[in-house]
């Protein structure tokens, strides 16, 4: 159970708009926005582990070169 107080008026009028929008009771909406924030990974525990693991030797050259080749390929059309 979550319950938040002290929520301005303005953000609250919103947030029943939004969910009367789509057909829902506002504790739906607010659960919907809440779990689409927690299905992405939180950007800094996100590059903490990116940057833990090691390079992946040649893929930045690669990755520059495929991209060049597809960006002049549809260029030349």
């Known amino acids: 159970m ?3 107080r002290d929520v301005r008026p303005e ?3 919103e947030l029943v708009r939004r969910a009367k929008l789509r057909g829902m009771t506002l ?3 607010v659960e919907t926005v809440l779990e689409r924030e927690v299905s992405v990974p939180d950007p800094e525990e996100w590059l903490q ?7 992946v030797p040649g ?3 690669d990755a520059i ?3 060049r080749r597809h ?3 549809q260029g030349a059309g």
Do not use: G, K, M, N
């Open 2 to 4: 979550i319950q938040v």
């Open 11 to 13: 953000l609250h009028a």
């Open 27 to 29: 504790t739906d909406y």
């Open 49 to 55: 582990q990116v940057s833990s693991r090691p390079p």
């Open 59 to 61: 893929f930045a050259d």
């Open 65 to 67: 070169a495929y991209i």
């Open 71 to 73: 960006r002049d390929d």
